[in-house]
Structures are given as structure tokens and as C-alpha cells.
């Protein structure tokens, strides 16, 4: 597996990495067009955006966008083909992210992840959280939620916005 620019990855490549955007969060981005256009929209210079590659064929990526003149850097979107999930793609694709951010001067990454499947996915769905916060952030449990990922990378969460996409259905930083 190599990490390479986005930039760099031919058109069939980039079909996979807009497929997979659209098999793994189909409600942010439920057609193929609506990935590619994403990608396109990301593909900017001030963005980084890097793939796994392995044989040629995009395993996984992610960008970094930078915010507040380059100090910050919002992690969007990652992905990995759900066959190469629990095999350290998303790791190294964060990592390299991360040593991206600063060689470019960036102090802070963080990622904002919805928490709006069904009835949730993590101790923090569907519950008031103007009541205690503090409290329902120290006894955070991720469930099946993609926080878990971030959290075993050693991020932490630093806020959330109560009824983001819905009532009970917060987005966590």
C-alpha cells in the first residue's frame, strides 16, 4: 500500500474513490455523481487530499482542509472499502494526513462526525444533551460509531452540537 496525492490518481481511480464515498456514508453523498462531485470540490489547491492505493486500485482516502488562516485543518471526509476496514488503511491514511497538516503549519486537525443513523450509534443519540454535557462527554461510549476510530488515534472530543441533522441526532467534534 502507498500513499499518493489525489491529484495524481487516474479517472477509473477516481470512480473508486466516489464509489466508496457513496457506500460508506450514503446519506451525506447517495449517488455517484454526488461523490464525484465532491471530489471535484475538494480537489482544490489549499486542500490536501491522499489515497491508499494498493495494485492500482484506491483502498481509502481523506483530506485535510485548512481553517483559521492554516492553524486548523477539518479531517473530511475518510473513507476505506469496507473489505480493507481493521487493516491500518484509515491509520496510515491519518497519519499521513497529520504529517501533511504540519509540514503546512497546521496546530490543530479535528473532524466533525454526525451521529444520525437510525436511533444513533453512540451514548450521545437521542438523549438532552443541554442537560450535563460535560457529564455525557466523560462517559462517551462510541457504540458502532466511527468516533471509536478517532478516539483509538488519540483524538479527543472537544464538543458537540446537539440535534445537528435531527432531534437526537448530534454531531460530535
Known amino acids: 500500500m502507498k500513499i499518493i496525492n489525489m491529484a495524481q490518481l487516474n479517472k477509473t481511480q477516481i470512480l473508486q474513490a466516489a ?3 457513496t457506500d460508506s456514508i450514503p446519506i451525506g453523498w447517495p449517488t455517484l455523481q454526488d461523490a464525484l462531485a465532491e471530489i471535484n470540490e475538494l480537489l482544490k489547491p489549499e486542500n490536501t487530499l491522499l489515497a491508499a492505493v494498493e495494485n492500482d486500485i484506491v483502498i481509502g482516502w481523506g483530506g485535510i482542509l ?3 488562516n492554516g492553524n486548523v485543518f477539518e479531517l473530511h471526509p475518510l473513507v476505506v472499502r469496507s473489505d480493507r476496514r481493521r487493516q491500518g488503511v484509515g491509520k496510515a491514511i491519518i497519519t499521513a494526513l497529520e504529517n501533511e497538516a504540519r509540514k503546512q503549519g ?3 486537525i479535528y473532524a466533525g462526525a454526525d451521529d444520525e443513523r437510525g436511533n444513533g450509534e453512540t451514548s450521545l443519540a437521542n438523549v438532552d444533551l443541554f442537560d ?3 457529564g455525557k462527554i466523560k462517559n462517551f461510549s462510541p457504540g458502532t460509531h466511527q468516533s ?3 478516539l483509538k488515534m488519540g483524538y479527543k472530543i472537544i464538543g458537540v452540537m ?3 441533522n435531527g432531534i437526537g441526532k448530534p454531531d460530535i467534534y
Open 148 to 150: 471509536g476510530f478517532y
Open 106 to 108: 497546521g496546530l490543530t
Open 162 to 164: 446537539p440535534d445537528a
Open 66 to 68: 485548512p481553517m483559521y
Open 132 to 134: 450535563d454535557l460535560p
Open 19 to 21: 464509489q466508496m464515498l
